[in-house]
């Protein structure tokens, strides 16, 4: 992947994913190992389902370790005390209002991989984030979604 896009993270973040890292480093990597293993002894490797499904989910936990190191090595920490707070930005906490329906919302802002829909946290690459980057106090956005377009009005950034 290309090293000059930076992926934009919390403190708390960072650490969530080096600690998890680790652990599957450290005890993850043992315990597919005895699952090989165990699937292994199982006798004719050509029939055994069990070792077939061991090697995959090998695969996987692996392509996973490969992502976190990519992200961890890409990641850089951004501390929100020297960005503006009248204007929506990266991890900036925003309540809108939907024109269209008076339902408010909050959203925090953050990197595509931090980006958590369940717990409020949208990615400034997804049409929503992107609409409301550089947004201020009162005013109305238009966001081109793909079940068309959507107006809000930023009632509140922190």
Partial sequence: MNGQNFVYLTRERLLELEKELQDMKNNGRKEIARKIAEARAHGDLSENAEYD?????????ELRIAKLEDILSRARVIDTSKMPNDEVHILSVVKIKNLKTNKVFEYTLVSPEEA????????????VGQGLMG??????????APA??????????K
């Fill in 116 to 127: 958590d829909f369940q717990a409020g946290k949208i990615s400034i690459t997804s049409p």
């Fill in 135 to 144: 947004a201020k106090i009162g005013q109305k956005v238009t966001i081109k």
């Fill in 148 to 157: 068309g377009n959507m107006e809000f009005e930023i009632l509140e950034i």
């Fill in 53 to 61: 499904a061991a090697k995959e989910e090998q695969g996987l936990f």
